[in-house]
């Protein structure tokens, strides 16, 4: 009986995959912007930029597409001074030094004092915009827009770290997609983040922005998906222009690449716990609550099923004849029965099998190149984000640092 229900419980696993994997592959295919290109009009929006330590290159690389934008823009320099201030005035920005270090937040909090277009946008320093980014973000703010993301895509270096970060930026982009076309994103992420000024400064500048806890201590983690929550609350819709991709830099190597993706996993799952306890799933609508639950659960689902088969496994290959006859006699595992297990073993890793390959083609389908080995790092990028997932959770309350990549 214990077996049957084991059997039962991956089937219904399985079946749920299959739907997500479905969905998510045909609604991104189906999922067609919205523009509104009456509103565009770099004069009205700035652009706010936080620095701490960033490489110098890099941020050079990135003030330089900013200045291309033909928008007013400002950098935070969070105990950061020279040489940022030098290339920020240099390129016709307003450089605002901030001595002692207060993080992100902070940051983001002190370059609204001087932001008083009717449009802001966010980003990273180490974040490279394309040749009109900020027209293209402007036209998706259509009616009941609040935020507008742009789609990240990694810094093609050429080392084993970016193609794992390419291969998760691609998944995401096929379940985002599939999202705006039921509504609103899971995410609008930090590197790269429009919004209509009035309806975000006064949250930004709020105490539940900069001042938010986690068991009663602060934490610095989940500064853009705190806004984008905000947004849904607010009954405003979070979407992404597919259309500007901009690029990221991959961290050095692997050990950063791990504690990169721990801290957003810690990140996560506060923003998880915040979103059931609050209702803000329930009001971006099924599709997003469907999408929320199963990528923040299976990790925990199929951590137990494998321990479960794990252990299966041992006591069968351990145990004596005469014990494994007496697991069949309590089971009543007669020949047919067996039969009908093996039949649903193999219905159910055919069900997987061709679920998983729909959505591996989906994402294949959104590489822009090298698209083999971008598939065959996946796999490693796929097993160190299921480690991490699990970490993050049992260290959730850490983050009082802001970290560079």
């Not at 993080?103 to 946008?121: C, E, H, N, R």
């Not at 991709?245 to 998880?272: D, L, M, T």
């Not at 009908?340 to 998983?356: R, S, V």
């Amino acid at each position: 009986m214990f077996y049957l229900i084991f059997l039962i419980s991956i089937a219904t696993l399985t079946a749920i995959s299959f739907i997500y994997y479905i969905l998510n592959s045909f609604s991104s295919i189906r999922f067609s912007s919205k523009i509104n290109p009456d509103i565009v009009d770099p004069s009205k929006i700035t652009i706010a930029m936080p620095v701490y330590n960033e490489k110098i290159e890099i941020f050079r690389e990135s003030i330089d597409s900013v200045k291309m934008q033909g928008c007013k823009f400002v950098v935070v320099g969070d105990s950061s001074y020279e040489p940022y201030k030098t290339i920020v005035e240099e390129r016709g920005g307003l450089f605002i030094h901030q001595p002692v270090r207060s993080g992100q937040k902070k940051a983001i909090v002190k370059s609204m004092d001087y932001i008083d277009t009717p449009f802001l946008m966010l980003m990273d320093s180490d974040t490279v915009l394309p040749p009109n980014a900020v027209k293209s973000m402007m036209s998706n703010f259509t009616e009941g827009v609040g935020g507008v993301g742009a789609n990240l895509s990694i810094k093609p270096t050429g080392t084993a770290i970016a193609y794992c970060q390419e291969f998760i930026e691609r998944a995401r982009e096929v379940v985002f997609r599939a999202m705006s076309a039921h509504g609103s994103v899971l995410n609008l992420d930090g590197a790269c983040v429009m919004f209509k000024t009035d309806i975000i400064k006064p949250f930004i500048l709020s105490k539940e922005f900069a001042e938010f806890k986690v068991l009663g201590k602060p934490t610095l983690l989940g500064e853009d998906w705190l806004l984008t929550d905000y947004l849904i609350k607010n009954d405003y819709k979070a979407v992404k222009d597919y259309n500007t991709k901009v690029e990221v830099y991959p961290p050095e190597n692997f050990g950063k690449f791990i504690k990169q993706h721990s801290r957003w996993a810690r990140s996560n799952w506060i923003k998880f716990a915040k979103e059931l306890k609050e209702g803000t799933a329930m009001k971006a609508g099924w599709f997003y609550t469907f999408e929320l639950v199963y990528t923040y659960l299976l990790p925990i689902i199929a951590l137990a099923f494998g321990i479960f088969r794990l252990t299966h496994f041992m006591m069968i290959h351990h145990a004596s004849l005469q014990y494994i006859n007496l697991i069949h006699d309590v089971f009543l595992l007669r020949h047919s029965d067996v039969d009908y297990i093996l039949y649903t073993k193999m219905a159910l890793f055919l069900a997987n099998i061709g679920g998983t390959s729909i959505f591996l083609s989906s994402v294949a389908y959104r590489m822009r190149g090298e698209r083999l080995k971008t598939l065959a790092y996946g796999g490693l990028a796929m097993a160190i984000l299921f480690i991490t997932t699990i970490y993050g959770l049992l260290t959730f309350w850490k983050g009082k640092k802001w970290n560079t990549r």
